[in-house]
């Protein structure tokens, strides 16, 4: 069974940095795209950050030059860099794969940014 598991939320002041992480287990197939979205209280999912197997990238333009996606394909894992933080940062943030034909959701990870 394939499961996503982020890890490196937490509470940070603004202009502060975090590191995600979200780790693909029991995968079969080769792991393609995988994103990264958010979700601010009262506001829609948003995609925050896309990375391709073969390393190219996309981002929200609100997280341009902040955020930095990557992703260790030896260790089926993905990762967000998130620097210069503020509080607008603030939500849950879900990773997603895409494993095969299939798409699979990790459970997020909290991540709150204090003016």
């Known amino acids: 069974q394939v499961q996503l598991v982020e890890s490196g939320g937490g509470l940070v002041q603004a202009g502060g940095s975090l590191r995600l992480s979200c780790a693909v287990s029991?995968?079969?197939?080769?792991?393609?795209?995988m994103d990264w979205y958010r979700q601010a209280p009262g506001k829609q999912r948003e995609l925050v950050a896309t990375?391709?197997?073969?390393?190219?990238?996309n981002y929200a333009d609100s997280v341009k030059g902040r955020f930095t996606i990557s992703r260790d394909n030896a260790k089926n894992t993905v990762y967000l860099q998130m620097n210069s933080l503020k509080p607008e940062d603030t939500g849950i943030y879900t990773c997603?794969?895409?494993?095969?034909?299939?798409?699979?959701w990790g459970q997020g990870t909290q991540v709150t940014v204090s003016s």
């Open positions: 990375i391709k197997r073969g390393g190219s990238t």
């Open positions: 997603n794969a895409f494993v095969g034909p299939y798409l699979y």
């Open positions: 029991g995968s079969r197939f080769s792991i393609n795209d």
